[in-house]
């Protein structure tokens, strides 16, 4: 694996092969066992927007993996501030660094990055376009709490329209055997050409209809930096939350799982209960993200 920018760039057996390696990598990220494969190795994070869990969790696996990370600064402290372009930005680290970790605003920033660097680029998220590790860690989630991907019945909640998240995890899932319901507002559904395009067994639906069916509930924040019109966010804004009333009724087994950072959408109260599994979520991009590195480094 030369660079990672989409998920179209994996196909079943490439992401069946990726949550393996991870798995390998689980107890090496709880720091349970040494593993040095990336002693010598430097990686570089590029980041053009606010990080926590992508940035610190690539930290995290690389340091693991006996590597080390060097970060760009805050934009206005950087050569950005300037005048300087990306592409100039990009041919600059990539001397520096065995490879790069990238998110910035701009949908297709990542593969024009990949474009001007000599070293392997990771797409960490461009803007409401794709952020693939983030579905390999949301896979890798699904797996491991569910014990399966194929037969998995899942509904997807909240912003459809901007989240990269979403865009990137609705195609890898129907490259399983999977049932996907879509539930959101009208302003915020995912794109017909979207729909079109990725075929599979994916309907709209209301949450109250489904609930009792899916065994992962996936709810994701409406994100107001992501609106042309702040006065559109605030249409939007708090229409879906989840609290324990709404999943009174689901299955025992059913699953809850959300990218973060949550705003409201969330109720802390679910946290407590046997279907949050939002942070162990968080957790699993250490040992994914372990397995990409080692990919794409070695």
Not at 52 to 68: C, N, P, Q, Y
Not at 196 to 213: K, N, P, T
């Amino acid at each position: 694996m030369r660079h990672l920018i989409s998920i179209n760039d994996l196909d079943r057996e490439d992401i069946t092969y990726i949550l393996k390696r991870a798995e390998e990598f689980e107890d090496v990220a709880r720091g349970e066992r040494n593993l040095k494969i990336l002693e010598g190795k430097i990686l570089g994070n590029l980041f053009f927007e606010p990080s926590t869990r992508t940035r610190m969790s690539f930290e995290v696996a690389m340091k693991r993996l006996g590597g080390d990370v060097v970060n760009m600064t805050a934009q206005e402290a950087s050569s950005i501030a300037k005048g300087e372009t990306l592409a100039d930005t990009v041919r600059v680290v990539s001397g520096y660094c065995d490879a790069i970790v990238i998110r910035h605003p701009l949908e297709g920033a990542a593969r024009f990055a990949a474009e001007n660097s000599s070293v392997p680029v990771i797409n960490a998220g461009d803007g409401a376009g794709q952020h693939p590790t983030q579905t390999l860690l949301d896979l890798y989630t699904i797996k491991k709490e569910c014990g399966k991907l194929d037969g998995i019945t899942i509904a997807l909640v909240g912003d459809l329209k901007y989240s990269r998240t979403i865009h990137s995890l609705i195609k890898a899932l129907t490259l399983f055997e999977t049932k996907i319901y879509l539930v959101s507002p009208d302003a915020l559904a995912l794109p017909d050409e979207m729909l079109e395009e990725i075929g599979g067994d994916v309907s709209r639906a209301r949450l109250y209809e489904v609930i009792e069916e899916v065994d992962v509930l996936y709810v994701t924040r409406i994100q107001k930096e992501r609106f042309p019109d702040e006065e559109e966010y605030r249409k939007v804004s708090g229409s879906y939350r989840i609290t324990l009333n709404t999943i009174k009724n689901a299955k025992d087994s059913m699953i809850i799982m959300h990218p973060l950072p949550r705003v409201d959408e969330v109720d802390p109260a679910v946290d407590k209960t046997r279907h949050a599994k939002y942070f162990q979520q968080a957790f699993y991009g250490v040992p994914v993200r372990m397995a990409i590195l080692s990919e794409v480094m070695l």
